[in-house]
């Protein structure tokens, strides 16, 4: 009787520890965000069924596409371009079934993860573009700032020499790579990579925009071009300081890094046209992608990171230790609550002027090469047809597109 009871104890213990091993699940997690180690830590910290190694690289979006490397679950930029999103499996069930409240998201950026109408990927956290200027510069309770306003306050603000040369200018969207796209977003011209094998966009619309921006255009293109060679390079706070520009752009993330005296000197607004506000291009997503087996753990992390608690903890731990960055994976968060609540809490600057959920929208997206594309010919050519007295061909347009695309891929 001893021995048998000896037998089925030992029996009982094999089975408890072996049904215990097979709880603690574990998945790989791929990001090319240095925070997300972090939030990882303490997700893993906080329960036991679920461990998750996290492995950074810059390019993740690309290691997954060409299978480099096979992770469970994917936090990164430009997840959502067309050659990268169909690598990830539907998040309907998240959606659906509440893990996730898709109500509690900015919904305009939950458009921007949808792919043959479909959502496969969530928004976790974006940035805004915002123009800066001096303290008392501008005179307007509006919280965006808009084309048209720019224009009509940088105009007795550019200065010329004796010589002609110009020593101050106020604003240029052609040395403004980020509000030069979103103007272009805001005028229709649509650039993408969904409606085509290379990038589509609007003629008819591009057209119109060239038309529109040319009657603020400066005459004399050579002085301009002199100018943006001589001045432009320095930092956007620099050139506002000095009184080199009126306005200038910059990311919300890099104004957070200001210090207080350097915001105490300037002022700033989001960039919108018709009270809409853009995101930039580079919006971080998560995904679960099609090669996973662990689809259910993968679900129980992100429900976690999208909880209000952990929002919380996560954002008000940014600036504690080595994170010592700003809000949510070093940008806003895609949840609203969390921006006026905790990010807000943080930073009294961005108190009461975090926009509106309504109005924030997301960019359409955009192929891979996308800020290459944009520098090396789209911005050039539109400056060069600004200063054409002749009928604007896009077909030139569209083959030099193709053409740089074909010699990007050879080399």
Known sequence: MKKNFV?????????????????????????????????????????????????????????????????????????????????????SNLLNRGKVSQSKIYPNLLKACKYDKQTLLLPLSFDLNLIIFKKGALDSSDFYIDSKTIYENSKEFTYLNRGKNILKYGFSFFWEP???????????????????????????????????????????????????????????????????????????????????EQKSKIDYKFYGENNSILTLNNITFIGITKRSKKVKESEAFIKWLYRDSTQKKLIYSSKK??????????????????????????????????????IIKAPLPKPIIWESLKSDIIAPWIEDAIYLDKEIDTKILKENISKWIKQTSIN
Request: with cysteine.
């Open 7 to 91: 037998f089925i104890t030992f029996i009982f213990i094999i089975l408890f520890f072996s049904i215990s091993c097979k709880k603690t699940t574990f998945l790989t997690l791929l990001t090319d965000r240095p925070e997300v180690k972090y939030y990882v830590e303490l997700f893993n910290t906080e329960q036991d069924k679920i461990k998750i190694n996290t492995i950074y690289n810059k390019d993740a979006g690309d290691k997954v596409y060409n299978s480099l490397i096979k992770p469970d679950i994917v936090i990164a930029e430009n997840l959502n371009t067309k050659l990268y999103i169909s690598n990830y499996r539907k998040v």
């Open 178 to 260: 980020l509000t030069f796209s979103q103007l272009l977003e805001f005028k229709s011209v649509n650039f993408t990579d969904r409606k085509s094998d290379v990038v589509y966009f609007n003629s008819e619309n591009l057209i119109s925009s060239i038309e529109n921006i040319s009657k603020y255009k400066f005459n004399d293109k050579e002085k301009i071009i002199k100018f943006r060679n001589k001045y432009t390079y320095d930092t956007p706070y620099n050139l506002i300081v000095n009184d080199r520009v009126k306005f200038k752009s910059i990311k919300l993330t890099d104004y957070m890094k200001l210090n207080l």
């Open 321 to 358: 230790g080595w994170l010592n960055t700003f809000g949510l994976n070093g940008k806003l968060s895609s949840i609203p609550r969390s921006n006026e609540l905790y990010i807000a809490n943080l930073y009294p600057e961005l108190a009461t002027r975090i926009p509106d959920e309504t």
